[in-house]
């Protein structure tokens, strides 16, 4: 009887054994799989943030051509003979706005409320967030201004509307404040 009692024992004991084993291997691959994806989301950050960042830095190149052909050229007696040119700098500007929109939901979803370890990506993340904050609201800031500028031509020099309307954009271009951080960057610059 003790003979089987021993082999019950150890019956056991390797039983338990095998589940703490297999426990601590499913534990372990778990860690290696979370790792991995880890690993991956931060590749793909570095992936996306390059394609952001190329679409982003022509944003202050279109930006300063808005700012030199519109911009600089805003006076009333200008009006009549600058609109379609104005209007199709602001279209051209829009384009560019449109293609870093394009650019930035990828990178947002792998970004926002997000940490990761490895420090560049997370200077990556925080490099999207400021471009996409100062590219979306210097752009509605922009768009705010030259209507502000067509409101009061319209209102003080009695300038046709219907000739020469304000600029509308849609509703995805709004101030944003991406980081929650309470600092609209371009907004009140």
């Not at 943030?49 to 279109?62: C, L, S």
């Not at 050229?73 to 104005?86: F, H, Q």
Request: glycine share 4%; with cysteine.
């Amino acid at each position: 009887m003790s003979d089987k009692k021993t082999r019950v024992i150890i019956c056991i004991a390797v039983g338990v054994l095998i589940v703490v084993l297999g426990a601590t291997f499913s534990v372990i691959n778990l860690m290696n799989k979370e790792k991995e994806n880890i690993q991956d989301r931060q590749d793909e950050v570095k992936e996306k943030y390059h394609a952001f960042k190329v679409e982003a830095d022509k944003f202050a190149d279109a930006r300063k051509k808005y700012q030199t052909k519109v911009v600089e050229s805003l006076y009333v007696e200008s009006v009549e003979e600058e609109y379609k040119k104005w209007i199709e700098e602001l279209k051209a500007y829009q384009q560019v706005v449109d293609k870093i929109l394009a650019q930035t939901k990828p990178v947002g979803d792998l970004c926002i409320e997000k940490k990761y370890p490895d420090q560049t990506v997370m200077a990556n993340c925080k490099a999207y967030m400021i471009n996409h904050e100062t590219v979306m609201n210097y752009f509605v800031k922009d768009v705010e201004e030259f209507n502000q500028f067509m409101e009061k031509y319209h209102k003080d020099y009695k300038g046709d509307k219907e000739k020469y309307p304000l600029y509308d954009i849609e509703e995805k271009y709004h101030y944003i404040d991406i980081n929650d951080d309470g600092n609209y960057i371009g907004k009140d610059k």
